[in-house]
């Protein structure tokens, strides 16, 4: 009976943290469904909407990239057991930010969770004395230094139930600084410079790189014949890349050292899935933006200008072009200009 118990334990458990990470609270765009794909030889992809992973699959057990969150990996769960015979041997974290690493204590029955160790700093609690931050700190209306679930507003009203780690039905501003993590398991198998991992006759290299959007940032490279990287979010397949320090000199020498690499299939962690020449691409986009801007700031041209002139028409086919482009531009006016 109680290998029976365990599991009922373990679905409930499940089905609870799954409802409180509803599909919806994912950034949405055309990629719609949960899909499963192979790439090359034992290499496969899934997807959640606009959300990818990245599995392989050998006689010993399954590498997962990208838990993405508990609803999906319970789902991908399922499908594994029953189409590949074999447990998630290893799970690897690209880095701490909700989305993509909740929901790894699905596997954690047979798997061993793989993360950089500045992860663990991102998921320590701060003191419990921790102080609302003041930009949430309106939201308290009743002042008694935390936030209800019915005072929220905002992404804490959105991701409340990541934001609450005790369950208390209150957000502490120890929980609102930490941020919404309550579904991000800690790593059992942290490192700090890069690591293989060997398993049914396959190499996988964990490979850390650190960039502005995440300190505990690592690509990840399946060797032995596949030859397919994967790398979340700061790379992307035919997207304009978001934030405005893209085209930095740090950020375009970081993704540099990406297209050095050997591999033909890239995935990123959004959108279509990529080959080796889309991380040209998208290190040329990067380029050509620091040319346009540079030339604009020598014209003496304001941020505002540089944003009407640079246009990057060559890339208007490029996924959230509209929304990125002026922030991209902006992020470099600004990079280039400090301290003038």
Same mark, same amino acid.
């Given at each position: 009976?109680?290998?029976?118990?365990?599991?009922?334990i373990?679905?409930?458990?499940?089905?609870a943290?799954?409802?409180?990470q509803p599909?919806?609270?994912y950034?949405?765009?055309?990629?719609?469904?949960?899909?499963i794909?192979?790439?090359?030889?034992?290499?496969?992809?899934?997807?959640?909407?606009?959300?990818?992973?990245v599995?392989?699959?050998?006689?010993?057990?399954?590498?997962?990239?990208e838990?993405?969150g508990?609803?999906?990996?319970?789902?991908?769960?399922?499908?594994?057991?029953?189409?590949?015979?074999?447990?998630v041997?290893?799970?690897?974290?690209s880095?701490?930010?909700?989305d993509?690493?909740?929901g790894?204590?699905?596997?954690?029955?047979?798997?061993?969770?793989?993360?950089?160790?500045?992860?663990?700093?991102? !998921?320590?609690?701060?003191?419990?004395?921790?102080?609302?931050p003041?930009n949430? +700190?309106?939201? &308290?209306?009743? $002042? %008694?230094? #935390?936030?209800?679930?019915?005072?929220?507003?905002?992404?804490?009203?959105?991701?409340?139930?990541?934001?609450?780690?005790?369950?208390?039905?209150?957000?502490?501003?120890?929980?609102?600084?930490?941020?919404?993590?309550?579904?991000?398991?800690?790593?059992?198998?942290?490192?700090?410079?890069?690591?293989t991992?060997?398993?049914?006759?396959?190499?996988?290299?964990v490979?850390?790189?650190?960039?502005?959007?995440?300190?505990?940032?690592?690509?990840?490279?399946?060797?032995?014949?596949?030859?397919?990287?994967?790398?979340?979010?700061w790379?992307?397949?035919?997207?304009?890349?978001f934030g405005?320090?893209?085209?930095?000199?740090?950020?375009?020498?970081?993704?540099?050292?990406?297209?050095? !690499?050997?591999?033909d299939?890239?995935?990123?962690?959004?959108?279509?899935?990529? +080959?080796?020449? &889309?991380?040209? $691409? %998208?290190? #040329?986009?990067?380029?050509?933006?620091?040319?346009?801007?540079s030339?604009a700031v020598?014209?003496?041209?304001?941020?505002?200008?540089?944003?009407?002139?640079?246009t990057m028409?060559?890339?208007?086919?490029?996924?959230?072009?509209?929304?990125?482009?002026?922030?991209?531009?902006?992020?470099?006016?600004?990079?280039?200009?400090?301290?003038?």
């Amino acid at each position: 009976m109680k290998p029976f118990i365990v599991a009922m334990i373990f679905c409930a458990a499940s089905a609870a943290a799954a409802s409180a990470q509803p599909r919806a609270i994912y950034q949405q765009t055309q990629y719609k469904g949960q899909e499963i794909g192979k790439l090359t030889g034992d290499i496969y992809y899934a997807r959640m909407d606009d959300y990818l992973s990245v599995f392989l699959v050998t006689p010993d057990g399954i590498v997962l990239v990208e838990p993405i969150g508990t609803e999906f990996a319970t789902w991908l769960k399922g499908e594994l057991s029953a189409r590949f015979k074999v447990p998630v041997k290893f799970v690897i974290y690209s880095h701490h930010h909700w989305d993509h690493a909740s929901g790894a204590a699905v596997y954690a029955d047979t798997a061993r969770i793989v993360g950089h160790e500045a992860m663990l700093k991102r !998921l320590a609690m701060p003191p419990a004395d921790t102080p609302l931050p003041q930009n949430v +700190r309106a939201q &308290d209306a009743n $002042a %008694n230094g #935390r936030i209800e679930s019915s005072e929220a507003q905002g992404a804490i009203r959105t991701q409340f139930a990541l934001y609450d780690a005790d369950r208390d039905g209150t957000v502490t501003g120890a929980e609102a600084v930490r941020g919404p993590l309550s579904f991000v398991r800690p790593p059992d198998l942290t490192y700090r410079d890069a690591i293989t991992i060997h398993i049914g006759g396959k190499r996988v290299e964990v490979i850390p790189k650190p960039t502005a959007h995440a300190d505990d940032n690592t690509v990840v490279r399946f060797v032995d014949g596949t030859n397919v990287l994967f790398a979340s979010d700061w790379i992307t397949v035919h997207r304009v890349p978001f934030g405005g320090d893209v085209a930095t000199t740090e950020e375009l020498a970081l993704a540099k050292t990406i297209d050095s !690499l050997e591999f033909d299939y890239f995935i990123c962690s959004h959108g279509m899935v990529g +080959r080796k020449a &889309d991380v040209a $691409a %998208n290190i #040329r986009y990067r380029e050509e933006l620091r040319a346009a801007v540079s030339k604009a700031v020598a014209a003496g041209q304001t941020l505002e200008q540089a944003q009407s002139s640079v246009t990057m028409d060559a890339y208007k086919d490029w996924e959230f072009y509209e929304q990125q482009r002026p922030a991209n531009v902006a992020g470099t006016y600004r990079a280039l200009t400090a301290g003038r």
